[in-house]
Nanobody, 122 residues
Framework: QVQLVESGGGLVQAGDSLRLSCAAS????????LGWFRQAPGQGRQFVAA????????LYADSVKGRFTISRDGAKNTVYLQMNSLKAEDTAVYYC???????????????WGQGTPVTVSS
C-alpha cells in the first residue's frame, strides 16, 4: 500500500493562499486517481479535488472551483493543492488519497495520508 504524507497546512487569514503537498512513497501504476479531501470538525470527509496520475483530467468541488488548483509532479511522486482566496469555511483537516479510478467518491479511495490542518481566520 502506498504511503502518503501531506504537508503545507497552517493558520492563515481570509484571502490568503496556501499550497499543500502530498508525497507518495512510490508511483503505483495501478492507482489512477489522486484526490484531496477535507474534514471539518463534526462533519464527514468531503471531496475537494481530484486528478488523474497523468494529469490529463481534473475535478473540483463547486465550493472550491476557481480558487483551488490540483496538480502533480510525476518525477517527484507528489500531488499539490494550491488554495487561493481562502475563506473561513475552508477550515478543515486536508487529506490526500489514491484510488484505482478517477472519482469523487470517498469510499473508492484506499490509501490515505495522515492529514494536514488548515485554519482560516476571518
Amino acid at each position: 500500500q502506498v504511503q502518503l504524507v501531506e504537508s503545507g497546512g497552517g493558520l492563515v487569514q481570509a484571502g490568503d493562499s496556501l499550497r499543500l503537498s502530498c508525497a507518495a512513497s512510490e508511483r503505483t501504476f495501478s492507482s489512477y486517481g489522486l484526490g484531496w479531501f477535507r474534514q471539518a470538525p463534526g462533519q464527514g470527509r468531503q471531496f475537494v479535488a481530484a486528478i488523474t496520475w497523468n494529469g490529463y483530467r481534473t475535478l473540483y468541488a463547486d465550493s472550491v472551483k476557481g480558487r483551488f488548483t490540483i496538480s502533480r509532479d510525476g518525477a517527484k511522486n507528489t500531488v499539490y493543492l494550491q488554495m487561493n482566496s481562502l475563506k473561513a469555511e475552508d477550515t478543515a483537516v486536508y487529506y490526500c488519497a489514491v484510488a484505482i479510478r478517477f472519482t469523487t467518491i470517498v469510499n473508492n479511495y484506499d490509501s490515505w495520508g495522515q492529514g494536514t490542518p488548515v485554519t482560516v481566520s476571518s
